[in-house]
């Protein structure tokens, strides 16, 4: 299987990334390597993720909420 990233999702990962490193130092790289778990587990787990407009995708569960607050 073949993961494709659109440029305008990398620009949301960088933009991401400057948020939350903003926020909190580190926060950004928890954020960034939250995602690519995420997406590393379309590879992994290639076939179970619904398929959308040609192409499958995995919506993140990345929380950010008791980073914050912890």
């Known amino acids: ?36 778990s995420d997406i590393n587990s379309l590879q992994l787990f290639a076939g179970i993720h619904p398929w959308y407009f040609g192409y499958q995708r995995v919506l993140s569960k990345v929380s950010i909420c008791h980073v914050l607050s912890g």
């Open 1 to 36: 299987m073949k993961i494709q990233i659109l440029a305008e999702a990398e620009q949301d990962l960088v933009d991401g990334f400057r948020f939350y490193e903003a926020q909190n130092f580190g926060l950004g790289q928890y954020f960034l390597d939250s995602l690519f």
